[in-house]
């Protein structure tokens, strides 16, 4: 069950559990050996895909829970606490709230969480004790009928309908929930205030239909609004929704006009007085925030926008604008970016948001019954989800949808002061029209710079570093046309766009360095509307490769080999020692067995260091030669062997990682070490695709950021 809580969220408690550093550190603050006998679960997700890792390529579960029972050396405790489970066996994702649980774990310290008593490294599988309540396996039963009628529609449908429904996003593909983040349409795959809006209209339309009064209506609308919230879980979106549904419904039974602002704040108090930690929720505060902007701002911007615009676009322009506002500095507090296509993508993709809402809800309830009527039902549905995927897609890929801007508390406070000025300037028509002047002049000015910058890729371009967020993917220039392609990064698309833009189309060698799903899983990428000659894997691979390299040749490197492809050579100079690994193996013994690679051409020399660790690079650095460039080992990690930057003797090197990670990737000790020994640092993660080219004098680096 994926999708439990919003990416803020997630990251919040991955901080909590230490897994914003390098997991070395996590591992060593676990201090106690301990056995739940009875913990209760609260909502259950996997981190990313089921592929995603603690320790990368392994399984990462994670549970909240509330621990009742805990046996400490043969002594039993009674408790009533709240934890934060991580777990590596897949048996865990099943497991439905409510469902109690004993388990075996190691016990550490929570980091900057004072709700949250403790975070329990799982040993192994959950031991069920008992059932889910009643009320849990009905709501499950009707997430999957949805899933189930949902099935005949294409993935993107398929992933969205259920989210944006009864909040399920299980099957929903990170490439396209990151497209949903970036053109600010995230909060429709979150169960909020509008699906409960349009649930108590239809509702009470029905209602009124059938002939119930004012007064019989409302409750008839309570019982919809619980079912719902039961199906759609008590996430901190759904409850803040409720409590201001059912105030509403309060509000037409007395006969009063409700009123908004009081509205809001009962409900704000009565859910942090119900659960404290809502108070240190970004979800719930962005949800708030939201709400008080379509209190506050909207009416004014509705009644000026409608003195120019048709009524229906000016409410629908206002809206989208007034919760955009609300919620941008937090946003930009969490995010580091301002969203520049928010608005717009949210007036496009409204009209489908109730047809989708609608339609979805009512096949979940005829999927009940009968699952083939459900499934004809939700290709209307299908098809208003595909319009929103269509939108977040497009908005996500035009330049600039979002601006870098400086996070944290002094990023939110600068973007609002720039809202006060912006206010202010729109206000006076002189300072409007010389602040229009100004920007004309610097939009030309821009124009004209990347007019006369040069194109991409740039001429004599020997390797690029692609940004494919958290992994690594690189191209090694082969020829017109051709390049050796080394990792292929953890999505698809990213891959692909990068070996389009460069006009790759005859992959020579893929070299996949180790079986993580940073480095493997982009491989459909590169095969897409490409020619894969041969794949290159490491000698201790265990087959984790043999589901993306299907029907192509594959070789086991060996250090001492030598691969040429035109006047490109590459030598392999480890893993030194190749051990039989398996996917039991911790992820450092993964990292260790990289391929490593020494690339070369005319005019460029480059060490391509895929994910080794100090051990592996301690065994490496005698053989290192000197070279060029350098790629900088997992991702700018903070464990790193100072000989064998030493021994590589680069004047740049290059880290591939994420933005935002949560990894903490690059490590500030990293970068310093980079910097000791004389290398620029070039990183994906602020200047996008890094390429390296060959000049008279030696090489440059351009980037495409």
Same mark, same amino acid.
């Given at each position: 069950?994926?999708?439990?809580?919003?990416?803020?969220?997630?990251?919040?408690?991955?901080?909590?559990?230490?897994?914003?550093?390098?997991?070395?550190?996590?591992?060593?603050?676990?201090?106690?050996?301990?056995?739940?006998?009875?913990?209760?679960?609260?909502?259950?997700?996997?981190?990313?895909?089921?592929? +995603?890792?603690?320790? =990368?390529?392994?399984?990462?579960?994670?549970?909240?829970?509330?621990?009742?029972?805990?046996?400490?050396?043969?002594?039993?405790?009674?408790?009533?606490?709240?934890?934060?489970?991580?777990?590596?066996?897949?048996?865990?994702?099943?497991?439905?709230?409510?469902?109690?649980?004993?388990?075996?774990?190691?016990?550490?310290?929570?980091?900057?969480?004072?709700?949250?008593?403790?975070?329990?490294?799982?040993?192994?599988?959950?031991?069920?004790?008992?059932?889910?309540?009643?009320?849990?396996?009905?709501?499950?039963?009707?997430?999957?009928?949805?899933?189930?009628?949902?099935?005949?529609?294409?993935?993107?449908?398929?992933?969205?309908?259920?989210?944006?429904?009864?909040?399920?996003?299980?099957?929903?593909?990170?490439?396209?929930?990151?497209?949903?983040?970036?053109?600010?349409?995230?909060?429709?795959?979150?169960?909020?205030?509008?699906?409960?809006?349009?649930?108590?209209?239809?509702?009470?339309?029905?209602?009124?239909?059938?002939?119930?009064?004012?007064?019989?209506?409302?409750?008839?609308?309570?019982?919809?609004?619980?079912?719902?919230?039961?199906?759609?879980?008590?996430?901190?979106?759904?409850?803040?929704?409720?409590?201001?549904?059912?105030?509403?419904?309060?509000?037409?039974?007395?006969?009063?006009?409700?009123?908004?602002?009081?509205?809001?704040?009962?409900?704000?108090?009565?859910?942090?007085?119900?659960?404290?930690?809502?108070?240190?929720?970004?979800?719930?505060?962005?949800?708030?925030?939201?709400?008080?902007?379509?209190?506050?701002?909207?009416?004014?911007?509705?009644?000026?926008?409608?003195?120019?615009?048709?009524?229906?676009?000016?409410?629908?322009?206002?809206?989208?604008? +007034?919760?955009?506002?609300?919620?941008?500095?937090?946003?930009?507090?969490?995010?580091?970016?301002?969203?520049?296509?928010?608005?717009?993508?949210?007036?496009?993709?409204?009209?489908?948001?109730? =047809?989708?809402?609608?339609?979805?809800?009512?096949?979940?309830?005829?999927?009940?019954?009968?699952?083939?009527?459900?499934?004809?039902?939700?290709?209307?549905?299908?098809?208003?989800?595909?319009?929103?995927?269509?939108?977040?897609?497009?908005?996500?890929?035009l330049p600039y949808a979002t601006v870098p801007w400086a996070r944290g508390g002094l990023g939110a406070v600068g973007l609002a002061a720039a809202m006060v000025v912006a206010v202010a300037v729109l206000r006076f028509r002189r300072v409007r029209l010389a602040v229009v002047a100004v920007m004309a002049g610097v939009l030309l000015a821009v124009a004209g710079l990347r007019a006369a910058a040069p194109g991409w890729p740039p001429p004599g371009w020997a390797l690029v570093a692609c940004a494919v967020g958290q992994g690594d993917a690189l191209v090694l220039a082969a020829g017109p046309g051709r390049?050796?392609?080394?990792?292929?990064?953890?999505? =698809?698309?990213?891959?692909?766009?990068?070996?389009?833009?460069?006009?790759?189309?005859?992959?020579? &060698?893929?070299?996949?360095?180790?079986?993580?799903?940073?480095?493997?899983?982009?491989? +459909?990428?590169?095969?897409?509307?490409?020619?894969?000659?041969?794949? &290159?894997?490491?000698?201790?691979?265990?087959?984790?490769?043999?589901?993306?390299?299907?029907? &192509?040749?594959?070789?086991?490197?060996?250090?001492?080999?030598?691969?040429?492809?035109?006047?490109?050579? &590459?030598?392999?100079?480890?893993?030194?020692?190749?051990?039989?690994?398996?996917?039991?193996?911790?992820?450092?013994?993964?990292?260790?067995?990289?391929?490593?690679?020494?690339?070369?051409? =005319?005019?460029?020399?480059a060490l391509l260091s895929g994910d080794a660790e100090p051990e592996a690079q301690r065994a490496l650095a005698p053989g290192v030669p000197p070279v060029q460039v350098f790629k900088v080992p997992h991702h700018g990690a903070r464990a790193q062997d100072p000989a064998f930057f030493a021994a590589a003797r680069a004047a740049v090197s290059i880290v591939s990682a994420g933005r935002d990670n949560d990894y903490g990737h690059p490590a500030p000790a990293t970068l310093d070490l980079l910097r000791r020994h004389g290398m620029r640092v070039h990183r994906t993660d602020q200047e996008g695709d890094v390429?390296?080219?060959?000049?008279?004098?030696?090489?440059?680096?351009?980037?495409?950021?």
């Open positions: 069950m994926t999708g439990e809580l919003d990416l803020e969220e997630r990251r919040a408690l991955r901080r909590v559990a230490g897994l914003s550093t390098e997991l070395t550190d996590v591992t060593e603050v676990e201090y106690r050996a301990l056995r739940l006998e009875r913990v209760v679960l609260v909502g259950v997700w996997t981190e990313g895909t089921a592929e +995603a890792a603690v320790r =990368p390529g392994r399984p990462m579960v994670l549970a909240r829970a509330r621990a009742e029972a805990v046996q400490v050396q043969g002594r039993r405790v009674r408790v009533r606490v709240p934890v934060l489970l991580i777990a590596a066996d897949r048996r865990w994702i099943g497991l439905l709230p409510s469902q109690r649980v004993r388990l075996n774990g190691s016990l550490a310290p929570p980091r900057r969480a004072e709700l949250l008593a403790a975070v329990v490294f799982v040993r192994g599988p959950p031991e069920p004790v008992g059932r889910p309540s009643a009320l849990q396996r009905g709501a499950e039963a009707v997430r999957a009928k949805l899933r189930r009628a949902v099935e005949r529609l294409p993935a993107d449908q398929r992933g969205v309908l259920p989210g944006m429904v009864v909040g399920d996003t299980s099957r929903l593909d990170p490439a396209l929930a990151e497209d949903f983040r970036t053109s600010g349409l995230a909060h429709l795959l979150v169960v909020s205030g509008a699906n409960l809006a349009i649930i108590i209209g239809a509702v009470l339309g029905l209602c009124r239909i059938a002939g119930l009064g004012r007064l019989r209506a409302p409750p008839v609308a309570v019982l919809a609004v619980l079912a719902f919230v039961v199906v759609a879980r008590p996430e901190p979106s759904v409850l803040r929704a409720t409590v201001m549904g059912l105030i509403g419904l309060l509000a037409l039974v007395t006969g009063r006009q409700r009123q908004g602002l009081p509205a809001l704040g009962a409900a704000v108090l009565v859910l942090v007085l119900l659960d404290p930690a809502l108070a240190r929720s970004y979800g719930f505060v962005l949800s708030v925030l939201a709400t008080a902007g379509l209190l506050v701002l909207a009416p004014a911007w509705r009644e000026r926008l409608g003195r120019r615009l048709p009524g229906p676009l000016a409410d629908a322009v206002a809206v989208a604008a +007034a919760a955009q506002v609300a919620v941008a500095p937090v946003l930009v507090m969490l995010s580091g970016e301002v969203g520049v296509v928010a608005i717009a993508a949210n007036l496009l993709a409204a009209p489908a948001v109730a =047809p989708a809402t609608l339609v979805g809800a009512l096949a979940a309830v005829v999927a009940l019954v009968s699952v083939p009527v459900a499934q004809l039902m939700v290709w209307p549905a299908g098809l208003a989800a595909g319009w929103i995927c269509a939108v977040a897609r497009v908005a996500a890929d390049g050796v392609v080394v990792d292929a990064g953890p999505d =698809p698309r990213a891959v692909d766009g990068c070996l389009g833009r460069l006009g790759v189309r005859d992959v020579p &060698l893929l070299v996949l360095t180790h079986p993580h799903a940073d480095h493997i899983d982009g491989t +459909a990428g590169v095969r897409n509307g490409r020619t894969v000659r041969m794949v &290159l894997v490491s000698p201790s691979a265990f087959g984790r490769e043999a589901r993306h390299t299907g029907g &192509l040749p594959v070789r086991r490197a060996q250090a001492g080999g030598r691969w040429s492809v035109g006047e490109l050579t &590459l030598d392999v100079i480890g893993p030194a020692h190749a051990p039989v690994l398996s996917a039991a193996d911790d992820g450092a013994a993964i990292n260790n067995a990289s391929v490593v690679l020494v690339a070369r051409r =005319p005019g460029f020399s390429a390296v080219v060959r000049t008279r004098g030696g090489i440059a680096v351009v980037t495409r950021g």
